[in-house]
Nanobody, 121 residues
Framework: VQLQASGGGLVQAGASLRLSCAAP????????TGWFRQALGKEREFVAA????????LYAPSVKGRFTISRDNAKNTGYLQMNSLKPEDTAVYYC???????????????WGQGTLVTVSS
């Protein structure tokens, strides 16, 4: 496994969670980091992306203003801060790394195993 996602859990609507994406023993120098999610019975969808420098970010309209993506290159770790969670945010969240800063899954060639986020109403 190249990436390790963690931080998921069961929370109530309105709560916050912070997901982490670690790359132990490896540096994805120059790579963008992305977060995707897949709800039960649905396709995997883009959530957020950040460039290697951290200067530029992209967000899906459904999470913009509530989620914040960040990274700490010194720790080889990326983060997804999720605030004001809604039941529709319930999904398995995946982190990914790749040479393209994009909302497309195909731009990422390293993936984590996913972490489950469940938001109750």
């Amino acid at each position: 496994v190249q990436l390790q996602a963690s931080g998921g859990g069961l929370v109530q609507a309105g709560a916050s969670l912070r997901l982490s994406c670690a790359a132990p023993g490896r540096t994805f120098s120059g790579y963008a980091t992305g977060w995707f999610r897949q709800a039960l019975g649905k396709e995997r969808e883009f959530v957020a992306a950040i460039t290697w420098s951290g200067i530029s970010t992209l967000y899906a309209p459904s999470v913009k203003g509530r989620f914040t993506i960040s990274r700490d290159n010194a720790k080889n770790t990326g983060y997804l801060q999720m605030n004001s969670l809604k039941p529709e945010d319930t999904a398995v969240y995946y982190c990914a790394a790749g040479p393209q800063y994009t909302i497309q899954r195909e731009g990422y060639n390293y993936w984590g195993q996913g972490t489950l986020v469940t938001v109750s109403s």
